[in-house]
């Protein structure tokens, strides 16, 4: 019984939630373009992707599982993988990019870390819109943050595809 007056009182939350993000502003989604082509362009200038080091015992593994999808091969039947395979068929975008693999994989992966941090930045942005309380914010200060954070986690794990970025 208590597990489903929490439950209904979740559901009543997420709704409200949900209702909040409905009422973007403007100016809050040019934050985040603006931040993305900061971070990208800073990115791209300082060659971040480039001058990071090939690691031939772990890089290569999600791409060759894709290769082989992409081939044809069916996974846990022409191929063994210890790990779930959805993360090597999310990867076979690659092969259709016309860029080399290696650089590819490594900027959808910095796209999945802007996306992540922008997830988390907007779930305690929210959290302090809702709570009631009336919070004033400057726009260049949230840049900032934003940006701190997405470099900030672009330094927590390799540039490479791997399951443990993609959570499938």
């Known amino acids: 019984m208590i597990y489903l007056i929490f439950e209904m009182h979740l559901n009543v939350k997420i709704g409200k939630i949900l209702k909040t993000i409905g009422k973007i502003e403007f100016q809050q989604l040019t934050i985040f373009l603006l931040a993305g082509i900061i971070f990208f362009a800073i990115v791209y200038l300082c060659s971040y992707?480039?001058?990071?080091?090939?690691?031939?015992?772990?890089?290569?593994?999600?791409?060759?599982?894709?290769?082989?999808?992409?081939?044809?091969?069916?996974?846990?039947?022409?191929?063994?993988s210890t790990k779930p395979v959805v993360s090597s068929y999310l990867h076979t975008i690659h092969f259709f990019s016309g860029l080399p693999l290696v650089i590819s994989s490594r900027y959808f992966?910095?796209?999945?870390?802007?996306?992540?941090?922008?997830?988390?930045?907007w779930t305690v942005f929210f959290s302090f819109v809702y709570s009631g309380r009336t919070v004033t914010y400057n726009s260049a200060f949230l840049l900032f943050v934003f940006l701190v954070l997405c470099f900030a986690n672009v330094n927590n794990f390799f540039l490479f595809p791997w399951t443990t970025i993609d959570a499938l």
């Open 49 to 80: 992707v480039d001058n990071e080091g090939f690691n031939p015992s772990d890089e290569g593994v999600i791409l060759a599982q894709s290769f082989r999808i992409y081939n044809g091969e069916l996974p846990h039947k022409d191929f063994i």
């Open 109 to 121: 992966v910095l796209l999945q870390i802007f996306i992540i941090s922008a997830f988390w930045f």
